[in-house]
């Protein structure tokens, strides 16, 4: 069995990895920092003429056709250069547009999203009743508040998640939030607030398992991208910081650094994509799949920051140094969609559900 990307996947990488290069450097990350802006419209305007937004979208729906493995690739990359534009939310907002065709007041958003001219952000209940969703016509009446939503001082549509179901919020009409301060400052950040916001309905429990189960592995995705960047720097910085003579990396101490960040990238990336491929081909265990790839990534994004704060030493302590950009990011990502904590909680439901109906767990 061949658990590498295929040959398009791999130039598909290469391709967005270019792209970003161009765009997302370490200097124009910084540079948009400084703006105060929301997101970078060059580099989103650039995102959407490649089709990533469509990226796993039917083609009869106007998207490329491919798969969610497809976008993890993209998502590693966006993490990878901690790219500010709202990419991760506005992909999750319109998978859960297309799994509702029959609201067209919600699809008409679709055109909009994928050509970029419109962003989405997306939000979960992640406590029973902090958002409750009451019948009203032919809609839904939102009462509660949201954790914090990436990209919704931006945004121009919402999807809004719960365990009993999915929903959709126009932004235009309901009021976006103001965006507040936040460590991670790459992305925009807000709270929704509902007080009988009008809201359809996109689909009930299934279809909220599937979004989670999507946002859990993009959001891993972008913690893999993250974490695969901080260990090229970390054993790059130990090659030619010299304490006592020599490079720090010939030091025990900082090699077993390094060598654990090593497994535990690569235990982010197994993980991830396995989550993705299980998503693509409809595999009964993509929830599973997708709790252990959150569970793995956030544990160990928390891991590899850590060392890599380490073996940079005072240098990387400091607000100069790129290693913030992926520090404060992946600490943002680490609780989105649910922490490690959640996920294991949730891992622990399926489970326990199967051993009550005599189904095996492995």
């Not at 493995?69 to 547009?97: N, Q």
């Amino acid at each position: 069995m061949d658990f590498d990307l295929s040959e398009d996947q791999q130039a598909l990488a290469e391709a967005a990895r270019s792209l970003l290069d161009g765009l997302a450097s370490p200097t124009q990350v910084r540079a948009h920092i400084s703006s105060g802006e929301a997101y970078d419209a060059k580099l989103w305007r650039s995102m959407a003429e490649q089709g990533w937004m469509g990226i796993d979208v039917p083609e009869q729906q106007g998207g490329l056709g491919l798969g969610f493995v497809e976008a993890a690739v993209l998502l590693e990359e966006v993490g990878r250069h901690a790219a500010p534009a709202p990419f991760l939310p506005t992909l999750l907002a319109i998978g859960a547009l297309c799994e509702a065709p029959d609201v067209p007041e919600a699809t008409a958003w679709l055109e909009p999203l994928l050509s970029g001219d419109a962003v989405g952000c997306v939000t979960w209940a992640s406590q029973p009743g902090v958002i409750r969703a009451e019948p009203a016509g032919a809609g839904f009446l939102l009462f509660g508040g949201s954790d914090p939503v990436v990209a919704a001082p931006a945004a121009d549509v919402g999807v809004v998640g719960t365990p009993a179901g999915v929903f959709f919020i126009d932004l235009d009409q309901a009021g976006r939030p103001r965006p507040e301060p936040a460590m991670d400052l790459t992305q925009s950040l807000g709270w929704l607030r509902f007080d009988g916001t009008p809201a359809l309905g996109l689909g009930g429990p299934n279809a909220a398992t599937r979004l989670m189960d999507r946002a859990a592995v993009a959001w891993s995705a972008e913690l893999l991208g993250g974490a695969a960047r901080v260990l090229e720097m970390a054993s790059e910085y130990a090659k030619v910081r010299v304490q006592f003579g020599k490079p720090i990396g010939s030091f025990q101490a900082v090699k077993h650094r390094c060598a654990d960040m090593v497994v535990d990238v690569e235990g982010m990336r197994s993980s991830t994509w396995y989550g993705a491929w299980c998503l693509a081909a409809g595999d009964p265990e993509a929830s599973l799949a997708a709790s252990a790839a959150k569970v793995w990534c956030g544990d160990a994004a928390k891991r590899v920051m850590a060392s890599g704060l380490q073996v940079h030493g005072g240098i990387g302590f400091t607000w100069e140094h790129d290693l913030h950009l992926y520090l404060k990011r992946s600490q943002l990502a680490q609780v989105s969609f649910g922490d490690a904590s959640y996920h294991r909680e949730r891992l622990a439901g399926f489970l326990r559900n199967r051993v009550e109906s005599g189904a095996p767990i492995i």
